[in-house]
T-cell receptor, first 113, second 113 residues
Framework: KAGVTQTPRYLIKTRGQQVTLSCSPI?????VSWYQQTPGQGLQFLFE???????NKGNFPGRFSGRQFSNSRSEMNVSTLELGDSALYLC????????????FGSGTRLTVV | GQQVMQIPQYQHVQEGEDFTTYCNSS?????IQWYKQRPGGHPVFLIQ?????EVKKQKRLTFQFGEAKKNSSLHITATQTTDVGTYFC?????????????FGKGTSLLVTP
C-alpha cells in the first residue's frame, strides 16, 4: 500500500511569505500529526488531527495552523515566515490515534531566506 | 510539561560492539515508542511498549520499559553498519485529551567497520 505522501519535498521561501504543506496519509488512517524537525530542537510536535478535528496542539505560535479534510488529507500553513522556520516538516499518520506507531512521510524541507 | 530525555546524544562504536540508549520521562507514560531515522531519511517505527517491566526483542534489538513506566532502553547486540542512524524514543502526552507523542532528542549511532 502507498505510504504517507508529503508535497512538496523541497521549498524555498522568503521571509514574510506564507507556505502551505500537504500530507496524504495511508489509506484508512484517520489520525495525522505534524512535527517540525531541526538539528537543535529535534522533533517537535505541532498538532494532531483525528477525523477533521484538531485534538492537540504543540507550543508553536499562531502563525502555524493546520486542517484536515474529510478524506483525512491534511495541510499545514505557516504565515509570515521567519528564518527560524527553516526545518524539515514531517507528517505522520496512524490508524488509531498513534497507538502502535505512526508512519512518517519523507517530509518537506523548508528553507526560509 | 512532560519531557522525554534521551542519553547519550551520540555513540560511536566499532562493528560488533554492543550499544544502548536510555530514555527517561518526567511523568508516567501510558506507552513508549521507539523509532529509527537513517541519515537523510524519516523516522521509522520500531516498536511500542505498553506494560510495566515489558521486554521485547527484535533480532539483535532488545527494548525494555521500566517498572514505573518512566524509563525505557534500547540495546543492540553486536552492532552492524546497517544500524547507523538516530534512535528516538517517544512517549505519549495525554491519551484522553488528544494524542501527541513527545520525542526525545535521539541518540545518533555511528558504527565503523
Amino acid at each position: 500500500k502507498a505510504g504517507v505522501t508529503q508535497t512538496p519535498r523541497y521549498l524555498i521561501k522568503t521571509r514574510g511569505q506564507q507556505v502551505t504543506l500537504s500530507c496524504s496519509p495511508i489509506s484508512g488512517h484517520r489520525s495525522v500529526s505534524w512535527y517540525q524537525q531541526t538539528p537543535g530542537q529535534g522533533l517537535q510536535f505541532l498538532f494532531e488531527y483525528f477525523s477533521e478535528t484538531q485534538r492537540n496542539k504543540g507550543n508553536f505560535p499562531g502563525r502555524f495552523s493546520g486542517r484536515q479534510f474529510s478524506n483525512s488529507r491534511s495541510e499545514m500553513n505557516v504565515s509570515t515566515l521567519e528564518l527560524g522556520d527553516s526545518a524539515l516538516y514531517l507528517c505522520a499518520s496512524s490508524l488509531d490515534q498513534g497507538w502502535n506507531g505512526y508512519t512518517f512521510g519523507s517530509g518537506t524541507r523548508l528553507t526560509v531566506v | 510539561g512532560q519531557q522525554v530525555m534521551q542519553i547519550p546524544q551520540y555513540q560511536h562504536v566499532q562493528e560488533g560492539e554492543d550499544f544502548t540508549t536510555y530514555c527517561n520521562s518526567s511523568t508516567t507514560l501510558s506507552n513508549i515508542q521507539w523509532y529509527k531515522q537513517r541519515p537523510g531519511g524519516h523516522p521509522v517505527f520500531l516498536i511500542q511498549l505498553v506494560k510495566s517491566g515489558e521486554v521485547k526483542k527484535q533480532k539483535r534489538l532488545t527494548f525494555q520499559f521500566g517498572e514505573a513506566k518512566k524509563n525505557s532502553s534500547l540495546h543492540i547486540t553486536a552492532t552492524q553498519t546497517t544500524d547507523v542512524g538516530t534512535y528516538f524514543c517517544a512517549g505519549d502526552k495525554d491519551v484522553n485529551s488528544g494524542y501527541a507523542l513527545n520525542f526525545g532528542k535521539g541518540t545518533s549511532l555511528l558504527v565503523t567497520p
